[in-house]
């Protein structure tokens, strides 16, 4: 009886510890079963192979197989007028300078030399399909000292004066008032005539006014201005990322520069000095005084508008590279003062002394005085 009691304890600690085995085995040492891995098959893209130039090509040399090549681009940004055959290009003659790395386009190359001066503008070749190119004035602080060049980007700022004008004359307000004086008769019959003379109006006019009541005196007064209605300023951000095409303006061909009677004589002069073996200075460059622009057509009519509005057009020049465009509000005297947190000066009883109408820039001289040596 005793014998199966431990016989029975054994079993159930021999079972125990096989159910003990078995856990550890499943949740420990059981190797696992890695996921199959999906692997995404990547859509093949279109390419098509378009025709570059492999090294530099100045204007009119025949383009050969040793300055062309093909490099492979998807198909959906290829253009119209791109390459695909080098037996297209080779034995033509190069419209324009050609860079490295350059996609031949239909309207770089020429079938003779005598085409290259007949096809058209070479500026017109760098305008992309559905632009436009126009030229704006310039000076030193609206391009950003000159620092702009062909291929940069810029932001055009456009700043303009608005009045208010009456609506029916068209004219700047205030209006101008006359007097009218009375109608007489004419005539022995005695028949009554309306007749009128205006004085005033032109120089001798008077600006219109507005009555006001003074609140001491208790009488009204007449008010006209003191001087005339004073424009309002506003500048604001007109376009932004276009593209300058030239600085100055483009060379022409085919025609030799006029020189005149002055300009013969300073050449002679020239030539005498360079005899003697005096080096001539050359001289000083001419500032531009025109950018061309690449835009969109409305944009091309808005600056027209703008230019012959009178309205003053500043350049703003871009990072390279810099595409992004950011929303500006229109700087008035009101953004001005609120914006930057600029107080209206208060009116106090005293002032300063000497009277200033205008901000005094002071003045510093740039003469260095040498320091004595000991």
């Given at each position: 009886m005793r014998r199966g009691r431990i016989l029975i304890l054994l079993a159930l600690i021999l079972i125990i510890g096989l159910f003990a085995v078995a856990v550890v085995y499943?949740?420990?040492?059981?190797?696992?079963?890695?996921?199959?891995?999906?692997?995404?098959?990547?859509?093949?893209?279109?390419?098509?192979?378009?025709?570059?130039?492999?090294?530099?090509v100045e204007r009119g040399n025949v383009l050969d197989e040793t300055v062309v090549g093909m490099i492979p681009i998807p198909r959906d940004v290829v253009i119209q007028g791109y390459f695909t055959d080098v037996a297209e290009v080779v034995g033509r003659r190069a419209r324009v300078d050609l860079e490295p790395n350059m996609i031949v386009t239909s309207g770089m190359v020429v079938d003779?030399?005598?085409?290259?001066?007949?096809?058209?503008?070479?500026?017109?070749?760098?305008?992309?399909?559905?632009?436009?190119?126009?030229?704006?004035?310039?000076?030193?602080?609206?391009?950003?000292?000159?620092?702009?060049?062909?291929?940069?980007?810029?932001?055009?700022?456009?700043?303009?004066?608005f009045v208010d004008l009456d609506t029916e004359y068209q004219a700047i307000l205030p209006n101008d008032t006359a007097s009218v004086i009375a109608a007489g008769t004419q005539g022995e019959g005695g028949i009554t005539t309306l007749t009128a003379n205006v004085q005033g109006g032109g120089e001798g006019a008077t600006s219109q006014g507005r009555s006001e009541l003074d609140p001491l005196l208790e009488q009204s007064f007449y008010i006209i201005p003191s001087e005339r209605q004073r424009p309002r300023l506003?500048?604001?951000?007109?376009?932004?990322?276009?593209?300058?095409?030239?600085v100055g303006s483009f060379p022409l061909r085919d025609k030799e520069p006029e020189v005149t009677p002055t300009e013969e004589v300073s050449q002679q002069l020239e030539g005498e000095v360079a005899e003697e073996g005096q080096a001539t200075p050359p001289p000083p460059p001419t500032p531009p005084e025109v950018i061309t622009l690449v835009v969109t057509p409305q944009d091309a009519v808005t600056l027209n508008?703008?230019?012959?509005?009178?309205?003053k057009l500043t350049l703003a020049l871009r990072q390279a590279g810099d595409d992004t465009r950011v929303e500006t509000e229109a700087a008035t005297?009101?953004?001005?003062?609120?914006?930057?947190n600029i107080p209206v000066p208060v009116k106090l009883p005293y002032g300063m002394e000497p009277r200033i109408d205008e901000p005094i820039l002071p003045e510093v001289p740039n003469v260095i005085e040498p320091t004595p040596v000991p």
């Open positions: 499943l949740n420990f040492l059981q190797p696992t079963q890695e996921a199959p891995t999906v692997v995404a098959t990547p859509t093949p893209i279109d390419m098509v192979n378009v025709i570059v130039i492999t090294q530099r003779t030399s005598e085409a290259i001066s007949e096809s058209g503008s070479d500026a017109a070749i760098f305008i992309p399909r559905g632009m436009v190119a126009v030229s704006i004035p310039i000076n030193k602080l609206s391009s950003v000292s000159y620092a702009p060049q062909a291929g940069d980007h810029v932001n055009v700022i456009a700043s303009m004066m506003v500048s604001q951000n007109l376009l932004q990322n276009a593209v300058v095409l030239g508008y703008l230019m012959f509005s009178g309205a005297l009101d953004f001005l003062l609120t914006q930057y």
